[in-house]
C-alpha cells in the first residue's frame, strides 16, 4: 500500500490540467484567460462560475469517487456550458 505522501502527490499530479479552483458555491467568476470559447472561439473572455459536485466529496476526493460539474461563462458571447470533471 502507498504511502500517504505518495498518494497525494498522485492526485496531484493527475489534477494539474484543471484550469480553476474548486468553488461549491457561486461567487465572484474567475477568469479563465487561455481558455477559448466553443462558441466564438475568442480567447480571454472564459469565465468559471461555480462548480456542482454531482457524487463524492471535494473534501475527500483523494478517497472517495467523487464527479464534477464546472459551470463557464464565455463574456463576449454570453454563452454558458459545463464541463464534467471526474476526480
Not at 8 to 19: C, E, G, K, M, N
Not at 35 to 54: E, F, I, N, Q, W
Not at 55 to 75: F, I, K, M, P
Request: net charge negative; aromatic share 6%.
Amino acid at each position: 500500500m502507498p504511502d500517504d505522501d505518495a498518494v497525494y502527490r498522485a492526485v496531484i499530479d493527475a489534477l494539474r490540467h484543471l484550469p480553476v479552483d474548486y468553488v461549491e458555491e457561486p461567487g465572484e467568476p474567475q477568469a479563465l484567460p487561455d481558455l477559448p470559447c466553443p462558441r466564438c472561439h475568442r480567447t480571454g473572455a472564459v469565465v468559471y462560475t461555480h462548480s456542482d459536485v454531482l457524487e463524492g466529496s471535494l473534501e475527500h476526493y483523494h478517497l472517495v469517487h467523487t464527479e464534477v460539474d464546472h459551470h463557464l461563462r464565455c463574456a463576449a458571447c454570453g454563452g454558458v456550458w459545463t464541463v464534467y470533471k471526474l476526480l
